[in-house]
């Protein structure tokens, strides 16, 4: 391999992996859409615009993260 580039190796069970979506009201769309779990990243990610929010496994946290006006 050519110096320089690198590489990432990637388990089978990682690959396989279900991704996991819930249904929310995007605070972004104003629509309920279906939203994607990042989990490596902890984020929400909004199925109509893309949009990525916080995640908490904790729902009343989540729900905080989401609806609750920013301090």
């Given amino acids: 391999m ?3 580039i690198a590489t990432v190796e990637v388990s089978r ?3 396989s992996m279900r991704r996991m979506t819930i ?3 995007c605070p972004l769309c104003q629509d309920e ?3 994607e ?3 490596s990243a ?3 990610v909004c199925g109509g615009c893309a949009a990525r929010v916080a995640f908490a496994p904790d729902p009343a946290i989540t729900y905080g ?3 609750e006006p920013a301090a």
């Fill in 2 to 4: 050519p110096p320089g």
């Fill in 42 to 44: 902890d984020e929400l």
């Fill in 37 to 39: 779990v990042d989990e």
């Fill in 65 to 67: 993260l989401l609806y």
């Fill in 13 to 15: 069970g990682t690959l």
């Fill in 23 to 25: 249904q929310l009201s």
């Fill in 33 to 35: 859409v279906t939203c």
